[in-house]
């Protein structure tokens, strides 16, 4: 698949008529706890020659190239990806800390330089206790609950927990996450979710694991009351984003 990754690449930059700057890989597969028929959600980062910036025409900023039962590739132009890094944009953490990457450039390591630098504590746990709670109140309440979204609230938990305690981006890994901040009561039962949901297909639903479902109740009413008391910081200033944006073109 790298193979055909490495194609669809080139093939995009070609019809496109842009460069990618960064690609990786993102969802199941970065995290680590990819079931054997994951699909590849492939994430770029790319820039299109000077004169698209120029133009009085709004152009698009995101390029949906391919979504099938195998692929998923879509990437965001240059200028929306700084715009949301000075907001602190937790995605673009995470892409780039992604462990699988399918092409980066020296253009891309001047952002990555200074990318920690527009790191916001406050956002970054509110993003992922937001989604610790939607996914845990879809899917997760109910006597019979669909498995494998329980890495879906596990996971933004810890990344919450990683914050709090150190105060930068979370890695991608979940086993990382898991080896610094999971309690030990259970990890038993996360165990042996993660190995059903990485040799099954597709492991479907079951009864719902009180023993997580307690540590999670108890783990997001912990995080709310730190995010209160986490201070709010000043958004980092424009100047060193728009010198790096002027340098790639």
């Not at 800390?97 to 746990?125: C, L, M, Q």
Request: glycine share 4%.
């Amino acid at each position: 698949m790298h193979y055909v990754i490495q194609n669809k690449l080139k093939e995009i930059e070609q019809k496109e008529n842009i460069k990618i700057l960064h690609c990786i890989e993102s969802g199941s597969r970065a995290w680590g706890f990819a079931s054997p028929d994951s699909d590849y959600d492939v994430r770029f980062i790319y820039v299109r020659p000077k004169e698209f910036y120029l133009k009085l025409e709004k152009i698009t900023d995101v390029i949906e190239w391919q979504l099938d039962d195998i692929l998923d590739i879509n990437g965001w132009d240059i200028q929306k990806t700084l715009r949301l890094l000075y907001k602190s944009n937790p995605t673009l953490f995470e892409w780039n800390g992604s462990p699988i990457v399918y092409k980066t450039t020296d253009e891309w390591h001047k952002v990555a330089e200074i990318i920690n630098r527009y790191f916001i504590k406050k956002s970054g746990v509110y993003h992922y206790l937001s989604t610790a709670k939607g996914n845990y109140r879809e899917y997760l309440k109910g006597e019979t609950v669909r498995l494998k979204k329980y890495f879906y609230v596990l996971r933004p938990i810890l990344a919450c927990r990683w914050i709090l305690a150190e105060g930068t981006p979370p890695p991608m890994l979940f086993s990382e996450l898991v080896e610094k901040y999971l309690d030990d009561g259970i990890r038993d039962d996360v165990d042996i979710l993660l190995k059903l949901k990485m040799q099954t297909p597709e492991i479907g639903t079951g009864k719902k694991m009180d023993n997580i479902n307690n540590y999670i109740e108890k783990s997001i009413s912990d995080i709310e009351k730190q995010l209160e008391n986490i201070p709010y910081e000043k958004e980092r200033n424009w100047e060193e984003l728009d010198k790096i944006f002027l340098s790639l073109l």
